[in-house]
């Protein structure tokens, strides 16, 4: 079993920063492909941004430019750091890992999610 806990989330400005942390902990062999999804009440869970265990980076059209992700590898840690953000990235963020065992088993993980608020 993969535990992740999420912090940094909070309330922050419209052109403000944010920097959000996802550990890791557990029984952890290998972590795969990890992702910060965002989701308000009344929508689907979207894919904000993922980095690769070799750190190659995706990101969604609206927080291009904007967001950064990144992982420690030997922390087992991932980061989003938020910049210019604005009203609409008001969300519950959640860290979402693919972890491969040793038994050559992929297992999918959630965190809990941690809220973030953008006032205008």
């Known amino acids: 079993q993969v535990q992740l806990v999420e912090s940094g989330g909070g309330l922050a400005q419209a052109g403000g920063s944010l920097r959000l942390s996802c550990a890791a902990s557990g029984n952890i062999f290998s972590l795969k492909d990890m992702a910060w999804y965002r989701q308000v009440p009344g929508k689907s869970r979207e894919l904000v941004a993922s980095?690769?265990?070799?750190?190659?980076?995706d990101y969604a059209d609206f927080v291009k430019g904007r967001f950064t992700i990144s992982r420690d590898n030997y922390q087992n840690t991932m980061y989003l750091q938020m910049n210019s953000l604005k009203p609409e990235d008001t969300a519950v963020y959640y860290c979402y890992v693919e972890h491969f065992s040793a038994m050559l088993e992929t297992s999918l993980y959630w965190g809990q999610g941690t809220q973030v608020t953008v006032s205008s």
């Open positions: 980095i690769t265990e070799t750190g190659s980076r």
